[in-house]
């Protein structure tokens, strides 16, 4: 029973969702010293460590390390075995410790095993990454021209934004994403006081978010979507294909019949 137990995958599932919720509630300032969720955490990890001990037994280690999800469990639970110390001896900083027991939460990663068709979506994910390389390459060195020349025209206006090269990048990213893309222009607008710097500044930054956010980020969005959903649209293609190829064969088998009445 026990043994059944410990090899269940949604059994395991169950306890890392659990294992989640209390470490979820020990961040917050009123909990993160509660003694019950403490102790429901090192119980959790007991938990994983006698997972691993049954599978190792049921399986032998041989048979077990040489699966690549067992690989990334044990792992897990081995970096986070020091947070036990807890339990046995007064920690005067417990900050590594936190960052030992989030290691455990890696492990709802696992539940992709359970999306349906995983495997076809991973391979359209390489295929989208491996597309879109061409074209975020060419919005990095947008990004970094567009930084550059920005930071010349605007740093005295508006250091806050284009200070310097990474602070204009990062500001310039930020317009890509049409977030700030009216209040930065407006605020160097009012700044500068020119009814020409102002006119130009609205040109410049119009400029900026038509090409680098709608037009640049559009073409990335739909080259990656379009990778993503080829497996669908190729199996279509196919179903098509065999479609016409019976119909082809149905009109030349018409066309015998009516030659051999004839």
Not at 5 to 20: D, R
Not at 25 to 53: I, R, S
Not at 230 to 245: A, S, V, Y
């Amino acid at each position: 029973m026990v043994k059944r137990f410990f090899l269940s995958e949604h059994n395991i599932m169950v306890v890392i969702m659990l294992n989640a919720i209390a470490i979820f509630l020990l961040y917050f300032p009123n909990l993160e010293n509660n003694q019950f969720l403490l102790l429901l955490d090192h119980f959790f990890l007991l938990v994983f460590v006698v997972e691993a001990g049954v599978k190792i037994h049921a399986n032998k280690w041989k048979y077990y390390i040489a699966n690549r999800w067992n690989q990334f469990d044990f792992t897990i639970v081995m970096l986070s075995l020091p947070s036990l110390m807890e339990s046995f001896m007064a920690v005067p900083n417990t900050s590594l410790l936190l960052v030992l027991r989030l290691f455990r939460l890696i492990r709802l990663v696992r539940f992709i095993r359970f999306v349906p068709h995983i495997t076809q979506i991973m391979a359209g994910l390489a295929r989208a990454l491996k597309s879109s390389v061409f074209i975020l390459l060419a919005l990095i060195f947008f990004n970094f021209m567009l930084a550059l020349l920005t930071c010349h025209l605007f740093r005295n206006l508006a250091p806050e934004y284009f200070g310097n090269p990474m602070l204009s990048a990062y500001t310039i990213f930020q317009l890509f994403t049409l977030e700030g893309w009216n209040e930065i222009p407006q605020l160097i607008s009012e700044r500068a006081g020119n009814g020409i710097i102002e006119g130009f500044t609205r040109f410049y930054f119009v400029s900026v978010v038509l090409f680098g956010g709608i037009f640049g980020l559009s073409i990335a969005n739909a080259i990656f979507v379009d990778e993503m959903t080829i497996d669908n649209t190729r199996t279509l293609e196919d179903k098509i294909d065999r479609l016409q190829q019976q119909i082809g064969e149905l009109q030349e088998s018409l066309n015998q019949s009516k030659n051999g009445k004839l």
